[in-house]
């Protein structure tokens, strides 16, 4: 996809968003991935719960070598409320969610999805890079999963699942909602919500995001299916999800056979 520079006069910013919990151990990288971000207009918010390790000394830090970095510690009610507090501190055009233990994939990254911005945009997205717990690439989201972002993305499309991983969809923040609580899928729901309002989404082709394999949804797995069954049937209709969860589960069936010894997530 050819890639329209956007005019220099009038830079398109960005609020990076990264909700923590005791992350000690996996922010500081995070961190790094965007103070190393050759796009100027980039502001960092970190939500912290209250952490009790030395997350917040890491936080200090790096306030030192970023001026835009703006942080809170304090307790929060689950991880999607402390998510909608990144997202009312955010002022940037397009914001984004990078979890602690997640990075930006390389150093022009931002600047790849700025450049490729224009006024009728209100999504970017891309694909995701898995990685392991010694950062070691498995492969890309696309290739191990059913999950491949599309050329041209729309809400309608989500009744097969979540199509771009969450930290690789990337929103204008005026059309950005709060998420929603008690749901392990508010994501899911957020991105059809943001789609529903979004004028034009955009895949630049690139790799955003690498992304540290785990997660919330997949720990507590059962509880998610029943969390996406509800977000699926309050955009799509009974009968449509219902439908779309016997799709899915043959598309599973049919990727397990096509990467049988190989990788999969």
């Known amino acids: 996809m050819a ?7 009038n830079p398109v910013s960005f609020s990076i968003i990264t909700v923590v919990f005791n992350g000690e151990n996996l922010l500081r990288d995070t961190m790094e991935s965007v103070r ?19 997350t917040m000394n890491i936080v200090r830090e790096y306030a030192a070598s970023m001026p835009r970095l703006k942080w809170v510690s304090e ?14 501190m955010a002022t940037g055009d397009f914001v984004q969610f990078l979890n602690c233990g997640d990075y930006l994939h390389d150093a022009t990254t931002i600047a790849s999805l700025a450049r490729c911005i224009s006024h009728d945009t209100d999504v970017v997205y891309g694909d ?60 899911y729901d957020w991105c059809i919500r943001i789609l529903k309002k ?21 720990k507590r797995h059962r509880q998610s299916l029943f969390d996406r069954f509800s977000v699926m049937k309050s955009h799509f209709g009974l009968a449509r999800t219902l439908a779309a969860h016997a799709w899915i589960v043959v598309r599973a069936a049919i990727h397990r056979i096509f990467r049988t010894g190989k990788a999969r997530y």
């Open 75 to 88: 307790k929060d009610k689950g991880l999607y409320d402390a998510m909608n507090k990144g997202l009312h």
């Open 36 to 54: 190393r971000q050759s796009w100027p207009d980039i502001e960092y918010i970190v939500v912290d719960g209250a952490s009790s390790d030395g």
């Open 128 to 187: 995701t890079m898995l990685v392991d717990d010694l950062r070691q690439p498995a492969g890309l989201m696309s290739e191990l999963s059913t999950r491949k972002p599309p050329e041209k993305l729309n809400w309608k499309q989500y009744l097969g699942g979540m199509l771009v991983v969450h930290q690789s969809f990337i929103p204008r923040r005026t059309i950005a909602p709060d998420y929603l609580q008690d749901n392990l899928c508010a994501d």
């Open 3 to 9: 890639i329209s520079h956007h005019p220099d006069s």
């Open 198 to 218: 979004s004028r034009n989404a955009v895949n630049p082709g690139i790799i955003i995001t690498d992304y540290l394999m785990g997660g919330m949804s997949k």
